[in-house]
């Protein structure tokens, strides 16, 4: 009989990806599996997969039989869960046995004829493939197994692909695999290896990296979390480095006219991985340039393009998925060489929200990428080699350099991980979400600055940025049932100035964002006052001129940062409750505060009392500032016509007269932003008492009015809300403030325009809640820590109103 052809797909140990798909799991294991569910069934969306072949279950477990392997493993098993070896021991035991074996004649002789094919499609005598493990128990719903089994790289030559392939079965039986086979309850020898040889993507002179199709801290689903390093993608996925990080929104990639980057962030990227030529060693790393760790690793354009294959990746297998690309620096061409489902945040309540609060401040000791959302405490216990593990001490917080799969035992062990490298896709990352264990990753030199034994609290509850406090500090947890909150006429908004808090509310039933404030994003992200950055030449300190050059490096327009920033700033807040209307306010800043931002002494001027100073609408007409004005308004009009948020409200502050209004609208007009063109709406914080006797008139000139109850109160009352000798006299409660309250309610719906108020009033005091709901104000927009208890407040209120006519 003739044998099978290798360009068929009838072998019974081998099979080209183009041949499998998805039903082939037990076959080929669910690496390869999805690589040949990719090749065979999202070409028509694009998505570019490198060829290649996968041995099968079958190949993995003839080498066993004809090499009489598994009997002897089973006694290595054993004595090591007897106690009669070490893992280590019995690890290195059963390795050994695969490396001394040999492949079935015909299994060698078939995966010979397969690279010799795949050489002749690449057009080369013998093409570089990537050699992956693939356990047929291996990314399926419940586990990660992230980086349990070997990946080799740019092997060239059959004898080469053979060894790889035996070292690839031999990596079943790694120290970690075992432990961690332990762990998740799978028996050693019920779970088979395939092996995916397949075509090297020359990604060594270009890029590669991971995604989500899911925010992999919050949850939230509506994002791709991408991550890009120079050279090939290991050095991502074992955390050596800190990966440029992308965040794209999914449900605006299917318009043309858009470019929903909503995140960018330049990693270090200190080193990158590249082929190795001559020597034994297939890879090494090297250096980066200067230029390399300073330029973003991916365009806009390609960022975007990665987000439409993993939506479309997505969509084909009905679940958020994990994956690797590459981007070949070559033809720059962009190719999907891994994918898998996401193993947490899949299986996460999307009813159920649980919050933990710190109730205490601390010294903060290192920051970097939170992961997860806890918090936890107990003493440091740095270790800085894998061979030293044996000395952690459970409950404490493992303090490392990174973590690779050797480390798995370790973690669950830990009530937190802190690490000097990696990032949110990076090996630590995504086993400490699966075991559940909070960390804080890539802070560039924990190892060093924590010391060992030290009391500390880890917080990954604040945002993005995870925090390692001093000491042992007090926390509460809260759990709410999101289907038992009750329902409400009077829409319930949050507020929100933070963009990396942003995704971490998106649960919450909000009716949109009733407060975004702009200064949280100038001060904290972009730090440079705007006029610094329009007149460098005016910024006499030379060390903030050359803190300016630092920030601004990557653009070849400083203006361009300022806008950049707060345009994606404003975008990463829109995104988790878009189409719902997200209200942002026009910089709010006081003199004395635009005068701390990088550049600021140079443009403002000293006064007396800056609370009612040049503040608020009267500075965007100004020669002092409205070039810096002409900076916010080119993001706002980015954020709605380019990245594509058109939910997006611009709100006026502190506006003194309605002539002030006036000029206020003409500068928004004359930047772009004119009300009612592409469905642009423009309230007004209604805040000073003029805003209420002119409330008719003002209502004119804007949809909608927001009430500052701080500022509203103080002006009424005549009391600074800053003055604690005058504290027990600032009450929104009273009655003046009040009556001011209702008046503008009243006026806002004679003119029929919408009325809602922002501040933390109503979360202090339920009576103001009764007072608010009773005048039948449109919204409340709370703080999101104070939503979902303020919420029924809001809803015991409404029910005692009387029954609408």
Known sequence: MTAPSVTSGTHLHIKWFSDTGIGDVASVGGKNASLGELSRSLQSA?????EGFATTADAYRTFLKDNGLEPRIRDCIAEY???RATLRQAGAAI???????DFPGGIA??????????SRRAGHAQVPVAVRSSATAEDLPDASFAGQQETFLNVSGERAVLDACRRCYASLFTDRAISYRDIKGYGHLDVALSVGVQRMVRSDVGASGVMFSIDTESGFPHAVLISAAWGLGETVVQGTINPDKYQVFKPLLADSRFTPVIARETGAKERKMVYSHGGSALTRMVDTTERERASLVLTDAEAVLLARWASAVEEHYGRPMDMEWAKDGLTGELFMVQARPETVQARRSSSMFRTYHLQQQGHVLAAGAAVGDSIAKGNVCVIRDAKDIESFTEGSVLVTRMTDPDWVPVMKR???????????????????RELGVPAVVGTGNATDTLPQDAPITLSCAEGEEGRVYEGLLD?????????????TRTDVMVNIGSPAAAFKWWR???AGVGLARMEFIISNLIRIHPMALVHPERVADQDEAALIRQLTSGYSDPQEYFVDALATGIAKIAAPFHPKPVIVRLSDFKSNEYSHLIGGSAFERSEENPMLGFRGASRYYSEDYREGFALECRALKRVREQIGFANVVVMVPFCRTVHEADQVIQALASHGLVRGEAGLQLYMMCEIPSNVVLAGQFAQRFDGFSIGSNDLTQLVLGVDRDSEQLAGLFDERDPAVCAMIAEAISKAHAAGIKIGICGQGPSNHPELVEFLVGQGIDSL??????YLRTLPVIAAAEQRLPPRA
């Open 414 to 432: 830990a009530a937190g991980i802190v690490t000097d490298h990696g990032g949110p896709t990076s090996h630590a990352a995504i086993v400490s």
């Open 109 to 118: 002789a078939e995966i010979r004829g397969h690279y010799r094919e795949l």
């Open 781 to 786: 927009s709370l703080n999101p820590d104070t």
């Open 95 to 101: 390795r050994e046995l695969f490396l001394a074996a």
């Open 81 to 83: 869960q007897e106690g």
């Open 475 to 487: 926390y509460t947890v809260e759990d709410v049932d999101m289907d038992q909150l009750p329902a």
């Open 46 to 50: 694009g998505v570019k997969v490198p």
């Open 508 to 510: 919450l039933p909000a």
